[in-house]
């Protein structure tokens, strides 16, 4: 019987193991679930029907943190062949297929034990290559204000998201297009030209007015199509100082309703800063856009006022009392402040400082809509609010900090729902038509389908710099030369309000950052080093020990 039963036991053992072979069952037993797919990647993956070959570029004689982050991206890669077919690489040479692709190494100075400094050329990057096509995946994020052990957690949080976003543009057989609307007073294309080069990598962009130029002796009497933005994925209206006309807002409004995206850029007051750099001041007043009602309907009102911050852009400022040998120094600017990233958002997690200038503090309203609000982007914990009308005068560089008493003020904020209409109880506009046909009050939709919005209140968050004919990038400034995260912001939010297949939100997993206390690790070694040596073959001996005892006991002759 026994014996039957010893058969029994092997058999089943033995149709485990086949199954094993057949049937692949994983669990993720990280409280983190740093070894899990989401559902979006899984679908992706699903979604290939040929190999997809990945070179990983980070190799040679890495530093622990480096050694850390390739283990993650090369865990990260087996994960994502159990759902796909996944092709190693190897490459041909780190520094000639790095230099050959034009990308930008790594250059790590580290200390020896013997003092001297040894530097490392690292490419934190992996290639991927998908039915003959080809991207670039940036494995480190170098977020400005974090530390390395800090940014390359980050780093590896986002591998998921930085391998499914090149896998999405290997897939897309059709480019999709975004708007950004002008006619209004826009910043011309020379301040938007970095928007667009970061955009471009995912999407066909479109520069364009809403209202047709009036043909002559016709006056203002001119059409206007319902449908004409149903094309684009999204609209960028960026920094207008006109106020949009009636049938304009129509058409935007019903261009949400059925689903469309909107990034919103808009400054709640009217300044100049030419008569700023001329007289040294200048009077602020409301700016009316002619949108304050439209975006109450939505759950979001841009106030016409500025937020001044204590953490702030310098400005250079002539000290010299001689005007003909001036002395610029530079000067906290409160009304350029720099503004906190939420950590709650997939638009925004695990990114620097937003650079900024004259922002207008945003509230959300109508708590009952149905509408999620997130804020995006705040002032710091010391902070104040300047009404409308008033001024900004150059002189005001020592404010008094006894007034900065606001905390966190909202500047940015993302929508997502079903929003209702703004035109659900009113008429159509004059010259709004459909397929040629005057356009209708039951035309009208009144509750649209889910979709989402961004609201920004300051035009300069997606503006660029130029100087001496040269285009600078986003969120640079020149005169401090530091670099801050716009691009990275006015991207992932383009992404975020584009993104139907949820990739976006990979951007929110969470990696726990276990970090050793390096003084204590250091104090203890010995001791440390002693128990992890003797311990295991301790507790072997133990277990040995009880099996024999246990055994003999059993066995015993007792006769």
Request: charged share 20%.
């Amino acid at each position: 019987m026994e014996r039957y039963k010893e058969i029994i036991v092997l058999a089943i053992c033995a149709a485990l193991v086949a199954l094993s072979y057949v049937f692949v069952v994983r669990w993720d037993l990280t409280d983190d679930k740093h070894y899990s797919l989401s559902a979006a990647s899984k679908t992706l993956l699903k979604q290939t029907d040929a190999p997809i070959e990945v070179t990983l570029l980070l190799d040679g004689d890495l530093n622990a943190g480096f050694r850390r982050l390739k283990k993650a991206t090369e865990e990260t890669i087996e994960e994502l062949d159990v759902y796909a077919d996944i092709v190693r690489v190897t490459g041909d040479g780190l520094q000639v297929t790095g230099d050959s692709l034009g990308l930008q190494p790594i250059i790590i100075h580290e200390r020896e034990q013997n003092g001297k400094t040894a530097q490392t050329t690292v490419y934190p990057y992996a290639l991927m290559k998908y039915k003959g096509r080809k991207a670039v995946v940036t494995l480190l994020k170098n977020t400005r204000g974090l530390s390395g052990e800090e940014n390359l957690n980050a780093s590896i949080e986002q591998l998921e998201f930085a391998f499914m976003e090149a896998l999405h543009l290997l897939q897309q057989t059709e480019t999709p297009r975004v708007a950004i609307l002008e006619g209004h007073g826009e910043p011309d294309e020379a301040h938007t030209y970095d928007l667009m080069a970061a955009l471009s990598k995912y999407f066909q962009i479109d520069r364009g007015s809403l209202t047709p130029p009036s043909p002559e002796g016709k006056g203002d009497s001119i059409a206007i199509d319902a449908h004409m933005l149903d094309g684009y994925k999204a609209i960028i209206i960026a920094s207008p100082q006109t106020a949009f006309s009636d049938a304009e807002r129509f058409v935007i409004d019903q261009y949400i309703m059925r689903g469309g995206a909107v990034l919103w850029a808009l400054n709640g007051v009217r300044f100049s800063e030419q008569v700023l750099q001329r007289e040294g001041f200048t009077p602020i007043i409301a700016l009316d856009l002619g949108l304050t009602e439209m975006l109450f309907k939505y759950g979001i009102r841009v106030n016409p006022a500025l937020v001044q911050d204590v953490q702030c852009l310098p400005i250079p400022v002539n000290v010299s009392s001689d005007p003909q040998q001036p002395n610029l120094q530079p000067m906290p600017w409160t009304y350029a402040p720099l503004l906190l990233t939420s950590q709650g958002s997939p638009i925004t997690k695990s990114m620097g400082q937003v650079m900024s200038t004259f922002v207008s503090p945003i509230d959300a309203v109508g708590g009952e809509d149905g509408i999620e609000k997130r804020v995006l982007l705040a002032t710091s914990t010391a902070s104040r609010v300047t009404g409308t009308p008033g001024e900004v005068d150059l002189s005001d560089m020592n404010p008094d900090m006894s007034t900065f008493v606001y905390q966190y003020v909202p500047v940015a904020v993302s929508l997502e729902g079903c929003f209702a209409s703004a035109y659900a109880h009113r008429m159509v506009p004059e010259g709004v038509t459909g397929d040629g046909l005057q356009v209708t009050e039951k035309d009208i939709i009144k509750t649209g389908v889910k979709t989402r919005q961004v609201v920004i209140g300051s035009g300069s968050v997606l503006l660029n710099e130029t100087q001496k004919g040269q285009v600078l990038p986003m969120g640079y400034d020149r005169y401090s030369g530091m670099q801050f995260s716009n691009r990275d912001f006015a991207t992932n939010a383009v992404l975020w309000l584009t993104d139907s297949e949820g990739l976006i939100s990979l951007r929110e997993k969470s990696v726990a950052l276990r970090l050793l206390n390096d003084k204590r690790a250091h104090d203890k070694r010995t001791q440390v080093q002693l128990i992890s040596t003797i311990s295991p073959v301790a507790i072997l001996a133990l277990i040995g020990g009880i099996v024999w005892i246990v055994r003999k006991r059993k066995y015993e002759y007792k006769g």
